[in-house]
């Protein structure tokens, strides 16, 4: 009798290899196929101009229900328009500040009422970063950061000081002052001095096509809501009595 094992171990080997050799051509087919996809997808022209960074998209959003709009590349972007009324606001304002930070400049040397010199500080530092704020907005659109002064010649009178500013005589005589007065004069004054930018906000406001701008309305009311909690709290300060007992 013959052993027909080794024919059937060789019929074996034979479908095995065949069997693998079949699984690997599906799989390089696959992976031959997949390559091709991609390589489609990435040449394509929209897929091109997306990921082609010298080709930006700009998109403009549409209005409420609407399509946004695709805009050409060479679309740039514009400042809102503004009005000549905020453009004098702004400059107004950075005079404004400057006198109230020159004011604070005065507390360190002239009293040592420690809750005086915490307001200090804070208003010093807020409105000195609002005046950094002013410049950059009005020197982005090609103003001046400074109003433009009269004609000495044409005229004889000194220029309207903004309101609530202090007259010269009033920065003299809380210069002059120290102590308990000095604290008086400060409070006084800085109540003047805020309730003075509260007119200048509402005078802006009040003005037809002003106060439009994004950047200087959020400025406009969160000056004017910073400087109504500060005068509630210098009000506070002078009803305290004496001053002296806070030293």
Same mark, same amino acid.
């Given at each position: ?8 171990k060789?019929? %074996?080997?034979?479908?095995? +290899?065949?069997?693998? #050799? ?5 799989? =390089?087919?696959?992976m031959?196929? $997949? !390559? ?47 009005s000549q ?31 005086? %010199?915490?307001?200090?500080? +804070?208003?010093?530092? #807020? ?5 950094? =704020?002013?410049?950059?907005?009005? $020197? !982005? ?40 007065e ?24 009040d ?15 969160d ?10 709290l210098?009000?506070?300060? =002078? ?9």
């Amino acid at each position: 009798m013959f052993n027909d094992a080794p024919k059937r171990k060789s019929c %074996r080997f034979r479908s095995e +290899r065949k069997l693998r #050799s079949a699984t690997g051509s599906a799989v =390089l087919c696959g992976m031959l196929f $997949a !390559a091709s996809a991609l390589a489609s997808f990435f040449s394509s022209p929209a897929r091109a101009q997306q990921t082609d960074a010298a080709t930006p998209v700009v998109v403009q959003p549409g209005a409420p229900g609407q399509p946004s709009k695709r805009l050409p590349s060479s679309t740039k972007a514009t400042l809102p328009p503004r009005s000549q009324a905020d453009v004098e606001f702004m400059q107004g304002m950075i005079m404004h500040h400057s006198q109230a930070v020159e004011m604070t400049a005065l507390i360190p040397s002239h009293t040592q009422n420690k809750e005086l %010199r915490s307001l200090g500080a +804070r208003i010093s530092s #807020s409105q000195s970063d609002e005046i950094k =704020l002013m410049q950059r907005w009005l $020197a !982005a659109r090609g103003e001046s950061v400074s109003m433009a002064m009269p004609d000495m010649n044409m005229s004889h009178q000194p220029m309207a000081l903004m309101p609530g500013m202090l007259t010269p005589n009033q920065m003299e005589a809380l210069r002059n002052a120290k102590g308990a007065e000095f604290d008086r004069l400060f409070l006084v004054g800085m109540i003047q001095h805020h309730n003075g930018a509260l007119i200048m906000v509402k005078d802006l406001f009040d003005t037809a096509g002003a106060g439009q701008d994004a950047d200087l309305f959020n400025f406009a009311t969160d000056a004017d809501n910073s400087q109504r909690a500060e005068i509630r709290l210098m009000q506070s300060m =002078l009803e305290k009595k004496p001053l002296e007992e806070k030293r």
